[in-house]
């Protein structure tokens, strides 16, 4: 395996631990090794020391196997080159063909995690050494390509060096065994089938919000904004599980093909929609918080959204009318991605009617994570005289079933890539479909650069303005930022 970006956090922080959790799990079986490449200048020996100090910080104190770990490190090598120019790569297939043992190397697995421009430069440069075997493999991290164009530029590259089933481009969000769990109770419980269209859900709502500033991606983080970073892949990916069709054979091809169905009935997004239905925040500064602008990296005018909020629509025999409400943002009050799926109410209400308290539509909040589950809120008789009805949780955590695996996305999707299954990677006619249908929110903010940004204090629930979307169709975010205090603070940038 080859890693290109060694020296970087991603491989540190995710990469390193996976694969030693394969590693102590057996998975990465017979002779293998891991070969880092960077300008930064390691020895081998230099590289493992550096990767076991990490490894301390990133992974779980109950897996610290001082003896594991130094057999793991035992297989790390590294190679300093510039994986931007073509210099390094006669020397990076020596390397290879000297651990391979194997004058044509071909069991390979290579790894872009480095920044994105350089994507599309790496292949080249491999087929130029002919390292694009036949049986090469190789992971793309995201973001694949920053609008169509650049997306579909990539493809075209990728399409002249490998083969689109050598092609694995990941985006962790679908490694998480609970964003596959949606798939199971879906379409391993006959009880929701018949409820899950327009006949008997109202809307829908994604959420995936986080805690967290930028930390320090800065630099990427404000040429890039919430809808590149976060809605393109993750955001619609849980989309797609929600809406899509069962397959008829669960396999690789048949689910990816329902996934770009999905995308591909996506109702296109108008003007009117550009101006009513996205809602862009960028967080400001807060009691203890810093707000954006003030972060390293951003320009101090900078007009990069950490929040937005969307209504889709999916315009096919199952979907059509249901908005699918959409929202993601940095510095909100906890971390927390769900799909929130609110029932119809009842069509008569006859408890109200005689008095009673009037129910609550059902909704099934599945928790993608924290507190791994999902829960059914059902409408339940208040015990006592009258006939006051209120709701009540059906719930089930993960912690029931043992809990969530310990090793985590990265460990079963690099799993996945070497046994060659590429069900939970997305495929290219999905990047550009998904592109296809943002890229013109891109364009539209681009030709209009004074479009609204609202301000929202770091550590709230983002703007007041996504409140006002959802009540067009009598909807509710699960957690509005009406309840909050500070709200003064609010206010268009
Ligand atoms: N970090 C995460 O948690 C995370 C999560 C999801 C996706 N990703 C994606 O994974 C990729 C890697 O992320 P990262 O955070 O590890 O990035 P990073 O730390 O900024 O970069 C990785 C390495 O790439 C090399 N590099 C940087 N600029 C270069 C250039 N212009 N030419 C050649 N090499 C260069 C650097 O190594 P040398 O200086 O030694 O060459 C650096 O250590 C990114 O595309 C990111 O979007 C990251």
């Not at 793991?72 to 020596?94: I, Q």
């Not at 009617?353 to 008789?381: S, Y």
Request: charged share 25%.
């Amino acid at each position: 395996m080859v890693i290109f970006g060694a020296s970087g956090d991603l491989t540190k922080r995710k990469l390193m631990p996976a694969l030693y959790s394969l590693y102590r799990e057996k998975r990465l079986g017979g002779e293998f090794y891991i070969l880092g490449i960077g300008r930064t200048n390691y020895s081998d020996e230099g590289f493992r020391s550096y990767i076991l100090r990490e490894m301390k910080e990133f992974l779980n104190p109950a897996d610290l196997e001082e003896e594991t770990m130094a057999a793991f490190a035992d297989r790390l090598r590294y190679l300093p080159m510039d994986p931007s120019k073509d210099e390094g790569y006669p020397e990076l297939r020596k390397r290879i063909v000297e651990l391979s043992g194997a004058e044509r190397p071909d069991n390979l697995l290579f790894y872009l995690a480095t920044p994105p421009v350089l994507y599309g430069v790496v292949p080249l440069h491999l087929k130029k050494v002919g390292l694009n075997t036949p049986h090469a493999r190789i992971i793309v991290e995201k973001p694949f390509g920053y609008d169509l164009k650049s997306a579909q530029e990539l493809n075209q590259i990728y399409a002249s060096v490998f083969d689109e089933s050598q092609v694995y481009r990941i985006d962790h969000f679908l490694g998480k065994e609970t964003a596959q769990n949606v798939l199971a109770l879906r379409f391993a419980n006959g009880v929701f089938e018949p409820l899950w269209n327009r006949n008997y859900i109202d809307y829908v709502e994604v959420t995936a919000v986080e805690n967290l500033g930028i930390e320090e991606r800065g630099g990427y983080y404000d040429a890039s904004g919430a809808l590149r970073d976060m809605v393109q892949n993750h955001l619609i990916q849980l989309v797609a599980l929600t809406a899509m069709e069962p397959p008829a054979v669960f396999n690789a091809d048949n689910f990816r093909n329902e996934v770009l169905k999905v995308y591909e009935s996506l109702t296109p997004l108008t003007e009117e929609d550009f101006q009513e239905h996205i809602v862009r925040g960028q967080y400001t500064a807060s009691e203890h918080r810093k707000g954006y602008r003030e972060e390293k990296g951003v320009a101090p005018e900078s007009r990069t959204e950490t929040y937005i909020a969307m209504k889709l629509g999916i315009s096919n025999w199952r979907w059509a009318g249901v908005p699918f409400y959409i929202r993601t943002g940095k510095q909100m009050p906890t971390k927390v991605t769900e799909i929130v799926v609110h029932f119809k109410p009842t069509p008569h209400q006859m408890f109200h009617a005689a008095g009673g308290e009037a129910p609550k539509a059902n909704a099934l909040v599945i928790r993608i994570q924290p507190n791994e589950g999902f829960v059914l809120k059902t409408d339940m008789k208040t015990p006592g005289a009258g006939f006051d009805v209120q709701q009540v949780s059906m719930d089930f955590t993960y912690g029931q079933l043992g809990g969530v695996p310990a090793g985590d996305a990265y460990a079963r999707l690099i799993d996945d890539c070497i046994q060659g299954d590429p069900t939970l990677f997305t495929r290219g006619d999905a990047v550009e479909a998904s592109w296809r249908f943002f890229t013109p929110v891109l364009d539209y903010w681009k030709q209009n650069p004074d479009v609204s940004l609202y301000g929202y204090p770091a550590g709230t629930w983002g703007p007041k303005e996504s409140e006002a979307m959802t009540r067009e169709h009598g909807a509710e975010w699960t957690n509005p930022c009406k309840n909050l205090t500070n709200t003064d603070q609010y206010c268009e940038l």
